[in-house]
């Protein structure tokens, strides 16, 4: 399902279960010129913390890691229980080596549905064998920030070589390890990752960066054997899994011994790396020189395509692909998305019923359900959710999917969704809403704070903000709220005028 599509069902899904009832309705409103907002506060509040971010990035990419400590320190101290975006922010910081921040703002939110599965991912990930203080946190970020944003590998790593500070460190062999990959001495990063895998061999960004390692020093089997042992480890958040896919895409590109596979594996990375122009650039060379590649090649086109919400050149490559290769996994899926977006719903039966019996994944599995659901055979649907839903707690489409069948789980499965994917706005307007219907205010105006950290423009934002403003008495705030949403959407709009709300 592609982003936009994705945004569409979960509106559906919301709208016809999750909408406020009869004494929420508004009256149609006359436009006008309005001075103020009806959520300044949260303008002031979003304002501060994303400037504050951006200062806390450029001073580190500078090299000013104090003042970038201190600005992320900031950033910990204002987070409370109801930002769950912050942890967004956390990530980050674990990134960079302040791990003690990172692990002081784990320790201010609250452990529930929403955080423990990023907290999870986020230690799993970056932390590790043991915290360290914050002296010697500042001298390791200010050489990770040299090491890979100012171009001083060689000089920064020869400096950490002959320190005595945090010898038997983890972290210290992993950074000396990324020194001498970025200086490109692949015999010495070899040596002090291992060593770091030998005293914490739970942490996936060292088995990570020894994965590249191996696979630049032409090791491909050992670097294979590192990519299989890294997807062992169950990640639930979307960012830490894809995070392990570009890993294995590079390692493949690295290791593939035809130069049209390595195109290939190379493009896939890009896009992972949300350079989708790029991608396309490097698949549609590859297919002038490679013909007995071109099934791959197209099928990763279409899948980008889609991804990007271009769904005529998406079914364009697809079918292309899957003309000549019946057995395309990809190509099938995509043909299958595409076809249940046009309201095509027996052809996509057809492609996700071919592309089940090419994968392990559910994916197809949910398609066949949602495409039973379209097709008015609602038994068949909640069949294949209702076993699917056993063994598969964390897939993000089953979650969003099943709800139009068995909408009475939405308090569980939301939550859910929002825990392995923060950036899912609907998710946070969906919550919003029904904390509405509920009467709980205050939990609506926290998903309402998240979904704007997310993104300020969206129309809906400003709607399920108009109904919190009445529904407390702050009518005046609620009329400029729903003219704020139909500024921004001119369909909704006509809806406002036509007194229909929430579709």
Same mark, same amino acid.
Request: proline share 2%; with cysteine.
């Given at each position: ?7 569409? =069902?979960?509106?559906?899904? *919301?709208?016809?279960? $999750?909408?406020?009832? /009869?004494?929420?309705? $508004?009256?149609? *409103?006359k ?62 910081m ?5 791990f ?7 320790n ?22 043991? $915290? ?46 990324? %020194?001498?990959?970025?200086?490109n001495? *692949? ?8 060593n ?12 990570s960066?020894k ?31 894809q ?5 294995e ?17 190379l493009?896939?990375?890009?896009h992972?790396?949300?350079?989708s ?67 095509k ?9 071919? /592309? ?16 039973y ?43 859910? =969704?929002?825990?392995?994917?923060l ?41 399920? *903000? ?6 407390? %008495?702050?009518?005046? $705030? ?10 921004i ?5 006509? /809806?406002?005028?036509?007194g229909?709300? %929430?579709?």
């Open positions: 399902m592609n982003k936009i599509n994705k945004f569409i =069902v979960i509106g559906i899904i *919301l709208s016809s279960f $999750l909408s406020v009832n /009869a004494e929420t309705t $508004l009256k149609p *409103l436009a006008k010129t309005e001075t103020t907002v009806a959520n300044m506060d949260m303008v002031i509040k979003d304002n501060f913390i994303k400037a504050k971010y951006a200062s806390a990035e450029n001073r580190f990419i500078q090299s000013n890691v104090r003042a970038s400590y201190d600005d992320f320190n900031d950033l910990v101290q204002r987070a409370t229980h109801d930002d769950y975006v912050f942890l967004l922010y956390g990530i980050k674990a990134e960079y080596g302040m003690d921040l990172s692990d002081e703002l784990i201010k939110l609250d452990n529930n549905h929403f955080t423990a599965s990023y907290v999870s991912d986020m230690r799993r990930y970056y932390y590790p064998s043991a $915290l360290i203080n914050q002296k010697d946190i500042l001298y390791m970020a200010d050489a990770y920030s040299n090491i890979v944003y100012n171009n001083m590998a060689l000089e920064t790593t020869s400096e950490l070589i002959n320190s005595t500070k945090l010898e038997e460190s983890d972290y210290k062999n992993y950074l000396i390890a990324l %020194g001498y990959y970025k200086s001495n *692949l015999p010495l990063a070899l040596k002090y990752i291992n770091a895998i030998l005293e914490n061999n739970s942490n996936i960004n060292y088995l960066l994965a590249r390692i191996l696979a630049d020093s032409k090791k491909s089997k050992q670097a294979l054997k590192t990519i299989a042992q890294i997807k062992k480890v169950q990640f639930n958040t979307l960012d830490f899994q995070k392990v896919k570009a890993t895409e590079y390692v493949l590109y690295k290791t593939a011994k035809n130069d049209a596979l390595k195109d290939y594996h493009a896939y990375y890009y992972l790396q949300n350079k122009l790029l991608a396309t650039k490097v698949l549609q060379s590859a297919i002038l020189t490679a013909k007995q590649y071109a099934p791959q090649i197209y099928a990763l086109l279409g899948k980008i395509f889609y991804e990007n919400d271009e769904p005529i050149k998406a079914e364009e490559f697809a079918m292309r692909a899957y003309k000549e290769d019946k057995h395309s996994y990809m190509a099938a899926i995509t043909l299958a998305d595409v076809n249940y977006d046009k309201r719903y027996q052809d996509a039966l057809t492609y996700y019923k071919k /592309a089940k019996k090419l994968t392990k994944d559910i994916k197809p599995q949910v398609g066949i359900a949602k495409s659901l379209a097709m008015e055979k609602p038994d068949k649907a909640k069949n294949i959710y209702e076993k699917l839903l056993k063994n598969n707690k964390y897939n993000e489409d089953l979650l969003v999917e099943s709800l139009k069948i068995i909408p009475q789980r939405v308090d569980y499965y939301l939550p859910r =969704v929002a825990s392995i994917d950036a899912n706005n609907e998710i946070w307007l969906g919550l919003a809403n029904h904390a509405i219907k509920d009467g709980n205010y205050t939990m609506a105006a926290t998903y309402l704070n998240n979904s704007y950290y997310i993104d300020e423009n969206n129309f809906r934002y400003y709607y399920y *903000l108009s109904l919190l403003l009445r529904a407390k %008495g702050d009518v005046d $705030l609620a009329n400029k709220s729903l003219l704020r949403c139909a500024d959407n001119e369909d909704y709009a006509a /809806a406002i005028k036509s229909v709300y %929430g579709k």
